[in-house]
């Protein structure tokens, strides 16, 4: 099944090098939320795609009503994470496919055609950046720890929200090498995966944001939690907190 996805996804990443280079027409889900028509020709295309080729599942996708689709035998789609940077040409932007067997994490796919990075695993047997074996960095140190983020786009419109990112940024700052906010979780979780940054936390992520990410980063060794140190879970937790395992304990604390 793997090998097909990553056929499939390569094809819809052709989609997405084509509207990055265009002319874009924006329209805004809320207030900071913008969607494209290549978020929806995309994720048209996946879903079409997978619902023909892979009848055992169905798919959950960020710009489809989900109401009636049931968490179970699913693949859940990110047509194009980080839209901010993909409208503003900052490449740092992918689409994020993670699969699901019985709730449980199976395959996750992250490619980002801009850089031409593809980030793939299959539980149990490890995780790859364009076919080299990938691991977590082996940094204990918090203070050596390059961390990474995101702001919510309820920043915008809930002080609480607001306010909360305000005071985790004031409280680990200080206390790690640095913080970056580059605006694509799924590709943050493949660069814990991949041993650039140490940890990474966010809040009110949807299942799509990181269904592909947490297992990318769980085969490359790293731990993932929900904010008071237990185990994640997809569609539940507001907060996702995710490391290389080693700083785990000090993210946890000084958040
Ligand atoms: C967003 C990105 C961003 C994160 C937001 C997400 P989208 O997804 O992952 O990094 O901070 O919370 O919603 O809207 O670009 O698919
Ligand atoms: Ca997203
Ligand atoms: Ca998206």
């Not at 996946?46 to 619902?51: A, C, D, Q």
């Not at 409208?87 to 709730?103: A, E, F, L, R």
């Not at 940054?197 to 592909?212: C, P, Q």
Request: charged content about 25%; aromatic content about 10%.
């Amino acid at each position: 099944m793997k090998n097909r996805l990553i056929e499939i996804i390569k094809e819809a990443g052709e989609i997405l090098k084509e509207g990055y280079y265009s002319n874009k027409d924006v329209t805004f889900k809320a207030k900071k939320d913008l969607v494209t028509k290549y978020d929806v020709g995309i994720e048209n295309f996946l879903k079409n795609k997978f619902l023909e080729e892979f009848i055992d599942y169905n798919v959950i996708a960020e710009e489809s009503d989900n109401s009636n689709i049931e968490f179970n035998n699913s693949i859940i789609v990110d047509p194009i994470d980080g839209t901010t940077n993909f409208v503003n040409q900052v490449p740092h932007t992918c689409i994020s496919v993670g699969v699901y067997k019985d709730k449980k994490p199976y395959i996750g796919i992250v490619y980002n055609p801009i850089l031409d990075e593809l980030y793939e695993a299959e539980i149990g047997k490890g995780a790859f950046l364009n076919g080299e074996k990938i691991q977590v960095s082996n940094e204990n140190d918090f203070q050596k720890a390059l961390i990474s983020t995101g702001f919510p786009y309820t920043s915008g419109t809930c002080e609480d929200d607001l306010n909360d990112v305000m005071i985790k940024l004031k409280n680990i700052l200080p206390k790690c090498q640095d913080i970056r906010r580059l605006g694509s979780a799924a590709l943050d979780l493949c660069y814990v995966a991949r041993g650039t940054y140490e940890g990474y936390y966010e809040m009110n992520l949807k299942a799509w944001d990181v269904s592909a990410g947490i297992i990318i980063l769980h085969e490359a060794g790293g731990k993932i939690s929900n904010l008071d140190g237990s185990k994640y879970k997809l569609f539940e937790h507001k907060y996702i907190v995710a490391t290389n395992g080693y700083i785990h304990d000090s993210l946890v604390s000084n958040l």
